[in-house]
């Protein structure tokens, strides 16, 4: 069998599950693996980590997909509520290794490897960055 690279169907997976799902204030959130210009409040998808944990029976990846949740707010609207409702959202949708779907692989486990927040506050307003850092086990089919 022939190695194959997953971090591209892994990235469509999870742009697939959260593009167009995510809403905060009425507001369909942008979802995607550039930083959109123009917008308040946004996820940017990358992949943090690969590690080739394949042995001779299958060919077998820890892949840790890792999703910034970006919102510029004033400084009074609460900090992390609007960050916590969309991480919030975001982890019903993909709590289900199931639901990650690929061509040439599958997702057997997935969990949360680290998860916070934080916030800056600079001349346009207050910036809160959260970060959901999902651990993916992966087979190639």
């Known amino acids: 069998m022939r ?7 892994l990235l469509k997976a999870y742009y697939n599950l959260l593009n167009g799902s995510i809403i905060y204030d009425g507001n369909i959130l942008t979802v995607g693996t550039r930083i ?14 690969v590690k080739d944990n394949s042995t001779g029976d299958g060919v077998l990846y820890n892949v840790i997909v890792t999703m910034e949740i970006v919102s510029l707010q004033e400084v009074n609207e609460g900090e992390d509520a609007i960050v916590n409702s969309i991480l919030d959202q975001i982890l019903s949708f993909i709590d289900d290794p199931d639901s990650i779907l690929m061509d040439d692989f599958k997702c ?3 969990r949360v490897e680290d998860m916070g927040s934080s916030g800056e506050e600079d001349e346009s ?17």
């Open 108 to 110: 057997i486990m997935n």
């Open 36 to 49: 959109p210009g123009g917008q308040n409040n946004y996820i940017y998808i990358r992949i943090s980590s």
């Open 3 to 9: 190695k194959r690279n997953p971090q591209r169907q």
């Open 125 to 141: 307003g207050y910036i809160v960055n959260g970060k959901l850092d999902m651990l993916n086990f992966i087979e190639q089919k």
